[in-house]
T-cell receptor, first 111, second 114 residues
Framework: DAKTTQPPSMDCAEGRAANLPCNHS???????VYWYRQIHSQGPQYIIH???NNETNEMASLIITEDRKSSTLILPHATLRDTAVYYC????????????FGKGTTLSVSS | SAVISQKPSRDICQRGTSLTIQCQVD?????MFWYRQQPGQSLTLIAT?????????ESGFVIDKFPISRPNLTFSTLTVSNMSPEDSSIYLC???????????FGPGTRLTVL
């Protein structure tokens, strides 16, 4: 079973920041937080991951609370193309470990 | 990164028949994963396919229903056997990278069983 809880849906205006929360209160010490997204009719796409420090890449920022029980994915300037289902996943950082998907958050970006 | 292709991209099948889905990767990978995504649902792991050994199936999935082949390090097939309408789903394969447990997913095969 998935170890994360996310709101089922969120809305965001184009150009604004989208902040997607995730609860993972039972995360283990060796588990990372991963974010993937699935645009309609496509396979999931990796966005970002982190252990305990905040992370940023060209797609997004990941903010993990100090107790690691929750995190927030931030899309700084959402566009219509960011409309997708966003999945927060906790998993050991071991190459070859299968990902266990929860229900995710459907983000709708509108103009 | 890895480029993954799947064939067919979609198919409509009659109940009781079988369909074999192909997954081709542009690089050699030891491990491949097969997922199912039922309509409106999230992804569920079916099995892990290692080259040179039997696939490992998750709870609720059995080899007789979803036989998997892994003849080499760039290719795998998943067969959906004796199909029923409940098997209507998107089937996706994925491969992990060597670092950071990032996975690349194929585009999926959309299966409709009538």
């Amino acid at each position: 079973d998935a170890k994360t809880t996310q709101p089922p849906s969120m809305d965001c205006a184009e150009g604004r920041a989208a902040n997607l929360p995730c609860n993972h209160s039972t995360i283990s010490g060796n588990e990372y937080v991963y974010w993937y997204r699935q645009i309609h009719s496509q396979g999931p796409q990796y966005i970002i991951h982190g252990l305990k420090n905040n992370e940023t890449n060209e797609m997004a920022s990941l903010i993990i609370t100090e107790d690691r029980k929750s995190s927030t994915l931030i899309l700084p300037h959402a566009t219509l193309r960011d409309t997708a289902v966003y999945y927060c996943i906790v998993s050991p950082n071991q190459a070859g470990t299968a990902l266990i998907f929860g229900k995710g958050t459907t983000l709708s970006v509108s103009s | 990164s890895a480029v993954i292709s799947q064939k067919p991209s979609r198919d409509i099948c009659q109940r009781g028949t079988s369909l074999t889905i192909q997954c081709q990767v542009d690089s050699q990978v030891t491990m491949m994963f097969w997922y199912r995504q039922q309509p409106g649902q999230s992804l569920t792991l079916i099995a892990t396919a290692n080259q040179g050994s039997e696939a490992t199936y998750e709870s609720g999935f059995v080899i007789d229903k979803f036989p998997i082949s892994r003849p080499n390090l760039t290719f795998s097939t998943l067969t959906v056997s004796n199909m029923s309408p409940e098997d209507s789903s998107i089937y996706l394969c994925s491969v992990p990278t060597l670092a950071a447990n990032e996975q690349f997913f194929g585009p999926g095969t959309r299966l409709t069983v009538l």
